[in-house]
Every structure is written in structure tokens, then in C-alpha cells.
């Protein structure tokens, strides 16, 4: 081997490319690597938002032409690697086994495609649309005549969830997701709601779970959409029709609001 081939091997391999996250922020730091099952993928996985347990990605399943969402939970440094492995076992099939009981039970949520929970990672059906955040955020749909009738449906939506026995755990409007029906009549807020991200996501039939689902969802309402604050008592109203034990939820939801209070109060 000449020298120059020497020099040419030693050198290092160039960084990966920058996550459009990392572009927009250069402090950023790096991201924990791809599952191997998805570092040959072309064209690689989009990162859309990073969180504190999760990374969530747009790729592809079986064929470039079938979109799907990657949810990965890397591997924490900070933790004991026996616990490590343990919690990510536990929380990839906890997501996984709730999402599957929602589609059998008629909930709408993403189909899961497949699960590695060694490599923590889950493969789930791509949701096309925006979120509930950001069709609320658009300029004049809050004085449009369709906003009722999409309360209505968040209402339902939580509803049949909350009937099945399950608490979400993060009920913001940024996890409602509003896809497009086939036959959409190009009306904004035409479509289906879709419940995303069942990280937190529990099975349970305490009211006072689901009182605290309808505070955290009441709360995303106040805070980023101070106008349509008014408009939640239509997500209630049709919660209420929508689920037979809603009238003990509802009360309890009354002392959650209190405790909600109190602790504002106290700081």
C-alpha cells in the first residue's frame, strides 16, 4: 500500500448529513443513531420532532411509495443499561398493544406496521393532514361555520376512546390530528380526527383519569388558542352524547379544575 493510499484510508469518514432540525438550530446536538434497519433506507428518514424519551421520523414500509411514521427511543446514557432496555421494552409495547386495542375497538389511530423492542423503535401507519394546533392557528377558521361541527367530532373522537378504557395521557391539540376524508370537500375542516402519540397512553376505567384527559385537552385549548376557548363547551357537549359514563367524568373534571386553581393560586 503507497502512502498516499494510507493517507487516503486513514481519513475520516465525513459526518452525517444535518437533520433539518439541526440546520435550523446548529446548537442542536447530534442525534443517537438510526435503528440499523433504517440506515440503507433511500431516501433516508425525516426527523420531524425530537423529545425528551423520542425521535419521530417520516420513512417509508415495504415500498418507497407507502409513507410511514418511525417512532424510536434511543438508548439513555444516563441510565443503567438493565433498566435501560427494560423501560423502552416496556413502553414500545405498551404504545403498541394500546394502538392495536384502539383499531379493534374502532378508535381511530395509526395502524402499527411492526415493532423492535430491543432496538426500541415502532413502525406505525403515516397520518396524512395537519394537527387540530395548527388548523385552529390558520387565519379565519375560528369564524368559520365548520369549527362546531370539528369540536364535535374532538368530543366524539375522546369520547369512544375514554368508552373503550383508555386514558391518553397527553390530550393536547397538537396529538388530534385532522386527515382529509376520500370524498373531502376541499373544506378545511372536512376529514377525520385521528388520535396520535400513546406514549403516556394507559389503560384505565377511573373517571378521575379521564377527568384529568379533558383538563390537559381544556388546558391546550386556553393556551394556544385563546379564542376558541369558548368553543370547547362543544367538545363537551358532544363528549357527553357520546359516551355513556360521561356525566361522572364531567363531574369529577369539576374538581380537577379546582385542584387546577388551587395550584395556580399557590404558584
Not at 394537527?131 to 374532538?154: A, N, P
Not at 370547547?232 to 374538581?255: I, N
Request: aromatic letters at 6%; a positive charge.
Amino acid at each position: 500500500m503507497s502512502v498516499q493510499q494510507r493517507r487516503e484510508k486513514e481519513q475520516p469518514l465525513p459526518p452525517p448529513p444535518l437533520s433539518p432540525l439541526q440546520r435550523d438550530n446548529p446548537t442542536t446536538p447530534a442525534l443517537p443513531a438510526l435503528p440499523s434497519a433504517f440506515t440503507t433506507n433511500q431516501p433516508a428518514p425525516t426527523l420531524l420532532t425530537q423529545g425528551a424519551e423520542a425521535l419521530l421520523y417520516k420513512t417509508t414500509y415495504l415500498t418507497p411509495s407507502l409513507p410511514a411514521a418511525l417512532k424510536h427511543r434511543p438508548r439513555k446514557p444516563y441510565r443503567h443499561p438493565t433498566l435501560d432496555a427494560r423501560l423502552t421494552r416496556h413502553r414500545i409495547l405498551s404504545e403498541a398493544r394500546i394502538l392495536t386495542k384502539c383499531r379493534r375497538e374502532g378508535v381511530h389511530v395509526p395502524a402499527v406496521y411492526f415493532v423492535d423492542w430491543e432496538q426500541g423503535w415502532l413502525l406505525m401507519e403515516w397520518v396524512d393532514g395537519g394537527s387540530v394546533r395548527d388548523v385552529l392557528s390558520r387565519k379565519g377558521v375560528l369564524e368559520g361555520q365548520g369549527v362546531e361541527g370539528l369540536m364535535g367530532k374532538i368530543g366524539r373522537a375522546v369520547g369512544k376512546l375514554h368508552e373503550r378504557g383508555i386514558v391518553h395521557g397527553d390530550l393536547t391539540t397538537s396529538n388530534l390530528m385532522l386527515q382529509p376524508s376520500p370524498a373531502s370537500s376541499g373544506d378545511p375542516l372536512d376529514g377525520d380526527i385521528i388520535l396520535i402519540d400513546f406514549g403516556l397512553a394507559t389503560v384505565s376505567v377511573q373517571d378521575e383519569d379521564k377527568a384529568v384527559d379533558l383538563y390537559v385537552l381544556e388546558r391546550a385549548f386556553v393556551s394556544t388558542h385563546p379564542k376558541a376557548e369558548a368553543l370547547f363547551k362543544g367538545v363537551l357537549k358532544s363528549y357527553e352524547e357520546s359516551y355513556k359514563g360521561a356525566k361522572v367524568v364531567l363531574r369529577r373534571l369539576e374538581d380537577v379544575r379546582m385542584r387546577g386553581r388551587k395550584r395556580s393560586m399557590v404558584g
